[in-house]
Every structure is written in C-alpha cells, then in structure tokens.
C-alpha cells in the first residue's frame, strides 16, 4: 500500500500528513459537550464554548448516513459520482467523494460501512508537489 504522503502538500486544510507520512483528517473535538466536527475551530458549533475544543484526529471508519449522485459537475470531472456524507467512529461527520461502488442506489445502502482513503488527487502546485485528498470506499468484508 502507498501509504506515505512525505513531501506531498494537502489538498484542503483539514487534511494533515504526519512525521510519519501517514495523511488523517483534523477534527476538533469539544471536551465540553463532545460534539466532533472535521476542520480547526475556534468555538464548539453545537454548544458555543471557546476554551474546550481540542484538535482531534478523526477516524477512518464510518457509515454512510446520505449521498447524492452528482451527474454534472465542472469540466473534467468525471461523472457520474456518489457525493457522500459519512459519519465516522469516534465522532464526526464527513462529506465526500464515494469512490469504487456503482452510483447506483441499489449499491447505497444506509449504514453502509466504508473507510476513508487517501490517494494522489493526480494535480500538483506549480512547483510540481502532489497533493494528497482523500476518498471513501466499501469496506467490504471488514464490517
Ligand atoms: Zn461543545
């Protein structure tokens, strides 16, 4: 598995790769009311307190919980794809790309137990640095 991310920048903020090049999504957890959230924030969004969010870093098992297959979308982009909202162990809920299932409903049960991947997104910056981005995918057989 191609799972180190050295030297390749994140694709959006939220996505960290750590020393050991392993990519994982920051949350931020409030140690007040438990709410989880992905991204940094500077107040809990479920109970308004400051000074008891703490960055977490977020799971990369979860259950599907809604989708929506997106036929048109910007040039390039390859349709159609499942836009899917996952809510993840350990707290959070996370949207995203639905990769490797048929973007069929038949195929999209709820509940569906998946992971979240990381891989090249396939672009680079201007100096030639890979981003890395991340993806849910079945996990089938590991539910
Ligand atoms: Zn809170």
């Given at each position: 598995?191609?799972?180190?991310f050295s030297g390749f920048l994140p694709a959006i903020p939220m996505i960290r790769i750590g020393d050991d090049g392993k990519a994982f999504i920051m949350g931020s957890h409030c140690r007040n009311c438990g709410e989880t959230v992905p991204g940094e924030r500077m107040a809990c969004a479920s109970c308004?307190?400051?000074e008891t969010i703490e960055p977490v870093r977020l799971g990369t098992k979860g259950t599907l919980y809604n989708y929506t297959i997106v036929?048109?979308?910007y040039p390039g982009v390859k349709v159609p794809f499942v836009s899917a909202?996952?809510?993840l162990e350990g707290g959070g809920s996370l949207r995203g790309t639905l990769a490797e299932v048929e973007?069929?409903?038949a195929q999209l049960p709820w509940n569906m137990p998946v992971n979240v991947v990381f891989r090249d997104s396939g672009q680079t910056n201007p100096e030639g640095k890979p981003f890395v981005s991340y993806l849910f995918v079945p996990a089938q057989g590991e539910a």
């Open positions: 598995m191609a799972n180190d308004g307190k400051r036929h048109r979308s909202i996952v809510d973007p069929d409903p």
